[in-house]
Structures are given as C-alpha cells and as structure tokens.
C-alpha cells in the first residue's frame, strides 16, 4: 500500500483532493503540518508520495509549493496532477450565527479566496491565518469566543461544528490544481496511454541580460511549436531584480522537440532544472 503525505490534518481540501485523487486506490494516508513538511517527507523517504496543491483558479500559484520545490528541497520530482474543485464554507461551533463572529480563522489561500464574502457579510471580523483550513477549524471548535473557520464541510462535522454558509468563495469555478511528488528517479506509472503529457521546469539568470532576453529564452519553446500553458516569475533571492522562471508546456521531456527546447535554453540561462515530466489527467496513484 503506498504511503501518501498531505497538508493535515483531517479534514482539509487536500485530504478531499487525495481521496478524489485516488479514485478508491487504497493508499495509507499520512497527515502533515505544512506543505513542507509533507514534501519533505518523500524527500526523506518516509513516504512514497505526497499530494500538495500547487496553484489556485483565483489565487494563483501556491507559494510553499513553488518555494520548497525551487529553494528547499532537493530530490523531489512531479509525476502527476490532480485538478479539484474547491468549495468553501463558513463554519462555527453550535450555536453561533453570523453576525456575531468576532474571528474568521483559515489558511491564508482560503482566506484569500473568501475575502470579498467576509468583508462584504462580516465586516467587522477580524482575519487570522491558520496552519491548514482543518487546523482553522479545530481551533474554532475549541474556542469559547465566538469564532468561524473557512473550510470543507467535512471538517465541520469530524469537529462538532455547524455549517454557516456554503459556496462562500468569490468565484463559483474555484479549482485546486494539486501535483503529485516522488523522489527523483522512481518510476511513476504511465496510467493512460492515450494522456498527454506536461512537463514542468524552472530557469533563472538569463545569461545575457538585455533588453528582449527573456523573449529570446521563449523562442527556443515557440520556433519549435513547444506550447507553453503557464509562466511565472518569482524572486531568485538574491537580490532586487533577480528572478526565476516556472514554466509549463505540452509535451513530455523526452520527447525531441521538447528536449532540444530544453537544451537550446541551456544554452541562455544560468540554471534550468526540469521538476518533472508527466501524464495530465490519468486517475489514481501515478
């Protein structure tokens, strides 16, 4: 039975997003505290897998994510994905209404993903931020100050709370693209053979920096028909200025348009470390 990690603990969205990921694959689910840990627990080979959200339909990019995989953690891969529709709800112990929360407690891109419903119906809460959404909703049922979480509905009842509103979120196609890690070198499964595939990598210090350098770095990508779906920049860390790229496209790294692609960008950055390479949309463990 394979050992998956997740942001814990029960009763979160990635919890909801494993068990819809595994379409009844038994796996022996091991909660985390944090995104870092849970990706840190393959690194090390705790487990054989975890399952970690990644970007966000209104949010963006989960910056955890991003950070550990580019930054942190070394001897990680991603070998699959998961996309999850998120659902939000406003929950509190019994007893409490709406217009009497004093504190709306969830993890920061739950709170995000929920600010104009809160600002708008409870205006004069105040916004915390909490470990995990579960975390958020384990410490309002503890409370004896008249709290509410932002959350999934199933953590209201494995907490003893009640739902106060679902659908809170500011858009209704609110999805969770979740990615599935391994350690570097294991084999994943190739699921469907008709899948397509994705790859996803990182780049950063464009080796000639001038004007139209990061155009030049993508045309290796678009004079080879390479279609990008993402891009993203974020802070090398190393000063003002300095940034890494991630990207997405079409196509897996093995395949020879897109591996010369890599290799002509190479040939223009400083660093350019492949993430992964994997199948989009193949059910169960990868």
């Not at 996309?83 to 929360?101: N, S």
């Not at 995990?132 to 907490?159: C, D, F, I, N």
């Not at 659908?167 to 693209?177: F, K, P, Q, S």
């Not at 279609?227 to 991630?246: A, K, V």
């Amino acid at each position: 039975m394979t050992k998956v990690a997740f942001l814990g603990p029960a009763g979160t969205f990635s919890e909801d997003a494993l068990i819809a990921a595994t379409g009844g694959e038994a796996t022996e689910d091991v909660p985390k505290p944090t995104i870092f840990d849970a990706i840190r627990a393959v690194a090390g080979g705790e487990v054989e897998r975890a399952l970690v959200p990644f970007e966000n339909s209104i949010e963006g990019s989960v910056r955890a994510t991003l950070d550990a995989l580019a930054f942190d953690i070394e001897g990680v891969a991603i070998v699959g994905e998961h996309d999850h529709p998120v659902r939000h709800a406003l929950i509190a112990k019994p007893g409490v209404r709406m217009e009497d929360v004093e504190v709306v407690l969830s993890h920061p891109q739950a709170n995000a993903q929920c600010a104009r419903f809160v600002r708008e119906q409870m205006p004069s809460a105040t916004v915390r931020a909490a470990a995990s959404t579960a975390e958020a909703v384990r410490s309002v049922s503890l409370s004896k100050a008249p709290w509410a979480a932002l959350g999934a509905p199933s953590a209201a009842r494995l907490y003893g709370c009640e739902v106060l509103a679902e659908g809170v979120e500011d858009v209704a196609d609110n999805v969770t693209r979740f990615v599935w890690l391994a350690r570097e070198g294991v084999e994943a499964g190739t699921g469907n053979g008709d899948a397509q595939w994705r790859t996803s990598l990182v780049f950063s210090e464009l080796g000639a920096d001038h004007p139209g350098a990061l155009v030049e770095a993508l045309t290796e990508f678009s004079s080879r028909d390479v279609n990008l779906t993402r891009i993203e920049s974020r802070p090398l860390r190393r000063g003002l200025g300095r940034y890494m790229f991630f990207v997405d496209l079409e196509g897996g790294a093995t395949d020879e348009v897109v591996a010369d692609a890599i290799e002509g960008l190479r040939a223009k950055a400083e660093s350019v470390r492949i993430l992964g390479s994997y199948q989009v949309g193949s059910p169960g463990v990868p």
